[in-house]
């Protein structure tokens, strides 16, 4: 089955050799989203901003897909520090709904433009 690349300028550009998401069939497949505003390239300082400006790129991504968060069945939380998983936790349950999506959360040492958390999804639309 083709793969076709998913790319918005309503989330932050590609700085590498990937795609923004991959449509492969029915899936969706996004890259990794951080919390960099597309509009001025500016990060939020707090944590909970960060998770819903990462959240809002993610958003449309999967929007230029065609699909929504609605449709994602499985997301990956990338979090510098394990102690603001209970306020990524709420951020992130205002953007999802029951049934929520399958989700794994690892705390990592670094990201880019070092950043608080990094967001991956998979839709199926």
Do not use: W
């Not at 793969?3 to 991959?22: D, F, L, M, R, S």
């Not at 939020?44 to 609605?70: F, I, S, T, Y």
């Amino acid at each position: 089955m083709p793969k076709q690349e998913i790319a918005t300028e309503n989330a932050p550009a590609a700085i590498g050799p990937y795609a923004q998401a991959t449509r492969s069939g029915h899936f969706v497949f996004t890259s990794g989203q951080i919390p960099v505003n597309p509009a001025d390239g500016t990060i939020p300082a707090a944590v909970e901003d960060q998770a819903r400006q990462a959240l809002a790129n993610l958003g449309a991504v999967l929007e230029k897909a065609g699909a929504g968060l609605e449709d994602v069945v499985k997301t990956t939380v990338f979090i510098r520090h394990m102690e603001n998983f209970a306020a990524v936790n709420a951020v992130y349950a205002a953007f999802f709904k029951e049934p929520y999506p399958a989700r794994s959360c690892v705390e990592v040492s670094a990201l880019p433009k070092g950043v608080l958390l990094e967001i991956e999804a998979v839709a199926s639309c």
